[in-house]
């Protein structure tokens, strides 16, 4: 994602010195009832993921919930900034990185179940500057799945918001639409971007109020003064802090900011929407029709699907760097739907100084999510989600 700038550095020494003060304390909780008894006993199924994590890859803080039978639990780790001494809480506000994704699918969603928006109908239709160009030739759901050509990661470093619509005039599709899937910022954030014109609406603002319709009341595009200081700071791999400095359709695909305790909500109600009000009840439920098939893995608006259960060496494989920055063979699902067999939704997320995991599997009502304020490994997150979802596992 895009780099941010620098300010303090701090030792790996004192990175591990706090982790392992936070760990000693967390397990010296008294026990005094089954609810103690159910919070000791994932405490020590998160510690075990969590602690090795924190000691190799020297992660200043992490906050890290969980939903069994509908109840969360919140487990905080460390710092989040070493140089004020400030601890995570289930409220730290953390750069959610391309979790954002999901959040954004939700909003095209919702478009969708309000009639505003069509997924067959090609980019246009909503920005008229793209008629009769390459990537008009794919459908609004080709750019919410990656498939819409070959579009790349990234934007180039240079580019403005003024050139955007340019850039994508311009672009010439590498494959037939809907043949291949290739992760892309540039996509999803056109996906957001498309949206939010289907709506008639500044994109931030429309999120602001799909957040609030959701019960998520601790999460922000904008992060207002009065929120400010509980934003974590991040850490790169110099231990040197940092905080995203947001690049073209940043908002769309990566700019959300937000906490364990909102997003472990953001999990409840995917696995039970129905608690939900119209139209966002459908909103949800539309993120979890599955519309391309690339390897183990299915392609759904914002999140990844697995059949449940899933090996690590599947899940691992499905969140690696080939299906990041390479272009995979994607194939149509003829009839789009829902899974009806029990199936895991994930996606990680990253910025210059942040590593994000999400998971929930709706037939075992179980989720998990990760927030680092470091960038560590996409794989050591995703192995220590599986191993969490498996202890979980009813």
């Known amino acids: 994602m895009r780099k941010g700038s620098t300010a303090v550095s701090t030792s790996p020494k004192r990175f591990t010195s706090h982790i392992a003060l936070a760990l000693i304390a967390a397990c010296c909780a008294p026990l005094s009832s089954r609810a103690a008894d159910d919070s000791a006993r994932l405490r020590a199924i998160v510690d075990k993921a969590i602690a090795p994590i924190m000691t190799e890859h020297d992660v200043p803080g992490m906050a890290v919930a969980v939903t069994v039978g509908g109840k969360a639990y919140f487990f905080n780790y460390g710092l989040a900034s070493v140089k004020d001494q400030t601890p995570v809480s289930e409220a730290t506000l953390f750069e959610l990185g391309s979790i954002s994704k999901t959040l954004t699918a939700t909003l095209a969603s919702y478009a969708q179940a309000s009639g505003k928006l069509s997924l067959d109908a090609h980019p246009s239709a909503y920005m008229v500057q793209l008629k009769g160009s390459g990537i008009d030739k794919a459908s609004v759901l080709n750019l919410g799945t990656y498939t819409a050509g070959g579009l790349p990661l990234q934007f180039p470093e240079a580019l403005s918001d003024d050139q955007m619509a340019d850039y994508f005039r311009q672009w010439t599709p590498a494959s037939a639409p809907g043949t291949q899937r290739r992760y892309s910022n540039p996509s999803l954030g056109l996906f957001g971007h498309v949206t939010a014109l289907a ?129 995979n063979a994607a194939k149509r699902i003829s009839a789009p739907k829902a899974p009806s067999a029990p199936t895991l939704f994930n996606k990680t997320g990253s910025t210059g100084g942040f590593g994000n995991y999400a998971a929930f599997v709706p037939a075992k009502n179980i989720a998990v999510v990760i927030l680092a304020n470091k960038n560590y490994p996409i794989p050591d997150r995703v192995k220590a989600g599986h191993a969490i979802l498996e202890q979980l596992a009813p």
Do not use: C
């Not at 601790?218 to 940092?242: C, F, I, T």
């Not at 947001?246 to 695909?253: H, K, N, R, T, W």
């Open 199 to 327: 709506l008639k609406r500044d994109f931030t603002e429309a999120m602001e109020q799909l957040l609030a319709q959701l019960g998520l009341t601790n999460s922000y595009l904008r992060v207002p003064s009065s929120a400010m200081a509980k934003q974590a700071w991040g850490y790169d791999e110099n231990n040197q802090a940092r905080r995203m400095d947001p690049g073209v359709l940043a908002p769309q695909a990566y700019g959300v900011h937000s906490g364990s305790a909102d997003m472990i909500r953001f999990m409840q109600v995917n696995i039970a929407p129905g608690q939900l009000d119209e139209p966002v009840r459908r909103a949800v439920q539309g993120t979890h029709v599955g519309y391309f098939q690339v390897g183990a893995m299915v392609q759904g608006l914002g999140w990844e699907q697995y059949p449940w259960p899933v090996s690590l060496k599947q899940l691992q494989a499905g969140n690696s760097r080939g299906m990041i920055t390479q272009a």
